[in-house]
Nanobody
Framework: QVQLVESGGGLVQPGGSLRLSCAASTNIFMFNVMAWYRQTPGKQRELVAAAPRVGSRHYADSVKGRFTISRDPAKNTVSLQMNSLKPEDTAVYLC?????????????WGQGTQVTVSS
């Protein structure tokens, strides 16, 4: 059973930075894509950033130039460096890993970590 555990959330002032980390219980090379989503009450879960095993990273327009996603195969982690944080970045941030199995995919999710941007 694959487990993903997020860490690094917290309270930060506008303009500040946080680094989120997602640790996988298995070798992350098996995942086609690792990504960060965020969710706020009453809103649909939003893709923030995605890092495929091969290919370019993808970012939501709202975070381009401020957030950076990175995979670390040596540590089996995926991180999200968040700079110039804004109050609208406040959300629960969730890590997702996607594994391809034949013609289907399996998705694994972490429990999430709260990020609050407020003065």
């Amino acid at each position: 059973q694959v487990q993903l555990v997020e860490s690094g959330g917290g309270l930060v002032q506008p303009g500040g930075s946080l680094r989120l980390s997602c640790a996988a219980s298995t070798n992350i090379f098996m995942f086609n894509v690792m990504a960060w989503y965020r969710q706020t009450p009453g809103k649909q879960r939003e893709l923030v950033a995605a890092a495929p095993r091969v290919g370019s990273r993808h970012y939501a327009d709202s975070v381009k130039g401020r957030f950076t996603i990175s995979r670390d195969p040596a540590k089996n982690t995926v991180s999200l460096q968040m700079n110039s944080l804004k109050p609208e970045d406040t959300a629960v941030y969730l890590c997702k890993a996607e594994r391809g199995i034949g013609t289907t995919t399996e998705d694994y999710w972490g429990q999430g970590t709260q990020v609050t941007v407020s003065s």
